[in-house]
């Protein structure tokens, strides 16, 4: 044996024994990971991926053959890929039936179309037969006093006990960060739109 195949070998070595350190640790978290129960899921943060990260736990979800219904409180001027496809698998959709908000540029207006869509959005945290649902860019709401924060919050922690409930959008609020059990902030490194790159169908919508 050469010095390289020698060196090889001790490196091949020191790897196995602590990849045999590291299953020790995860299998030990994984045994004490034994709690079962519906989480509520914030992803919030400036970067690109937290509607698509929620729309893809609700692939998931439909996948296992669960229940599913996204509530959507800013609706942009483009249809969206993911209500094309998931409406088709059962997937119930309520839309606020306004523009972005900078578009409308009516308070009141918001106000009532933001109250309409969390109706909708009350039903399904009151159905046990939902396993998960899905409340895309809420967090506006709740910055924009457009709903009420106590109600909303009243509403996710009187859901059903195995209900998983997502939420998207920038600036997420303190108490809801703090409520949630899994929280994800995606920061922006950079984004196409920055470059002067207009949104592209199938990647932004
Ligand atoms: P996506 O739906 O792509 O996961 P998102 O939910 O994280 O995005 P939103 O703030 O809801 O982000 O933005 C929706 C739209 O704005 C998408 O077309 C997305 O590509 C774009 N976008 C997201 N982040 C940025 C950013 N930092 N700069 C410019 N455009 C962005
Ligand atoms: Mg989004």
Redesign the pocket.
């Known amino acids: 044996m050469d010095n390289t195949d020698k060196k090889q070998q001790v490196r091949n070595e020191r790897h196995k024994a602590r990849m045999a350190r590291l299953k020790e640790k995860v299998d030990a978290k994984i045994a004490a990971a034994t709690d079962d129960k519906g989480l509520l899921l914030v992803l919030t943060g400036?970067?690109?991926?937290?509607?698509?990260?929620g729309f893809g736990m609700i692939t998931r979800a439909v996948g296992h053959g669960l229940s599913a219904g996204v509530v959507q409180f800013i609706k942009g001027n483009w249809e969206c890929g993911e209500r094309n496809l998931l409406e088709k698998v059962g997937v119930s959709f309520a839309v606020m039936n306004t523009g972005f908000t900078w578009d409308t540029q009516d308070r009141e207006k918001d106000i009532a179309a933001a109250e309409t869509v969390w109706k909708e959005a009350k039903k399904l945290l009151a159905d046990p037969t939902i396993d998960v649902v899905m409340l895309d860019?809420i967090t506006y709401m709740l910055s924009y006093d457009y709903l009420d924060l106590d109600e909303v919050l009243d509403a996710i922690s009187h859901r059903p006990e195995q209900q998983h409930v997502i939420v998207?959008?920038?600036g997420a609020h303190k108490q809801l960060l703090e409520m949630a059990d899994t929280v994800s902030e995606?920061n922006?490194t950079k984004?196409a739109?920055?470059a002067g790159i207009k949104?592209q169908k199938g990647?932004?919508?």
């Open positions: 400036n970067g690109k991926g937290k509607s698509t990260s860019e998207t959008g920038r995606i922006n984004h739109f920055e949104v990647i932004d919508w």
